[in-house]
């Protein structure tokens, strides 16, 4: 079974500042993905960004960013220029590369992050 | 529209009451999901949907059915629930399966509170 670890339950950062949250995964498969969802204290799980493991190239979506290493089993997010905004629970999440049949996403469990302003 | 709505946003039973939640996404999206969500939690799934057919249950205790009348709405009925099921219950969507449009879109949750 796949399991997802995220050893900071929390993290802080200075507004503007540059952070970085750790994800490490555990999986026997060769296709998968991997996505960072954020869930403001307000609750909506948003989607971040999303990486696709048969891409080399790490995925960027304006001033987040990923650090995707597949040998290492590691999946990193960058926020860049923190905002007050970005303040949430942060959960990175593992799918199987199986695309027939609705799969299960495996969540870690979570990174809390604060900005100060 | 491009989101996932759930009703209500808080819901507070007693153990012998009936309710429902319901999830509604206007996406054109063909599975369907419940989560349970405990406080500082990740979310728990609970079951899915594809293309109306229920494909996985996450051995969920029978006072809680799931329902999924037509490709737009998915219910979640409650009978006789415990304390312990408070939580934050989660609807999500997801594109057609087989296609690499993966990714689950969420909907904002019901508090739901036992007493």
């Known amino acids: 079974a796949q399991t997802v670890t995220q050893s900071q339950p929390e993290m802080s950062v200075q507004e503007a500042e540059t952070v970085t949250l750790s994800c490490t995964y555990d999986?026997?498969?060769?296709?998968?993905?991997l996505f960072w969802y954020k869930q403001p204290p307000s609750r909506q799980m948003i989607l971040v960004i999303r990486q696709e493991a048969y891409k080399q190239q790490n995925a960027t979506e304006n001033r987040f960013s990923v650090n995707f290493q597949k040998a290492a089993k590691s999946f990193s997010l960058k926020i860049s220029d923190s905002q007050l905004g970005d303040a949430a629970m942060y959960f990175c999440a593992y799918r199987s590369g199986i695309i027939q049949g609705a799969q299960k996403l495996v969540f870690g469990q979570g990174t809390r992050l604060t900005i100060n302003p | 529209d491009t989101e996932v709505t759930q009703t209500p946003k808080h819901l507070v039973m007693g153990m012998t009451n009936k309710k429902s939640l319901k999830c509604e996404q206007h996406m054109g999206h063909r599975a369907m999901y419940w989560y349970k969500q405990k406080a500082k939690k990740p979310p728990e799934l609970m079951f899915v949907?594809?293309?109306?057919?229920?494909?996985i249950n996450e051995s969920v205790p029978s006072r809680f059915s799931p329902e999924c009348p037509n490709s737009s709405l998915l219910n979640l009925h409650l009978h006789a629930l415990q304390p312990e099921d408070s939580a934050l219950y989660l609807c999500?969507?997801?594109?057609?399966?087989?296609?690499?449009?993966?990714?689950?879109?969420f909907g904002p949750g019901t508090r739901l509170t036992v007493l």
């Open positions: 999500a969507s997801s594109h057609s399966p087989g296609t690499d449009l993966v990714e689950q879109f």
């Open positions: 949907y594809s293309y109306e057919k229920l494909s």
């Open positions: 999986t026997s498969e060769s296709d998968y993905y």
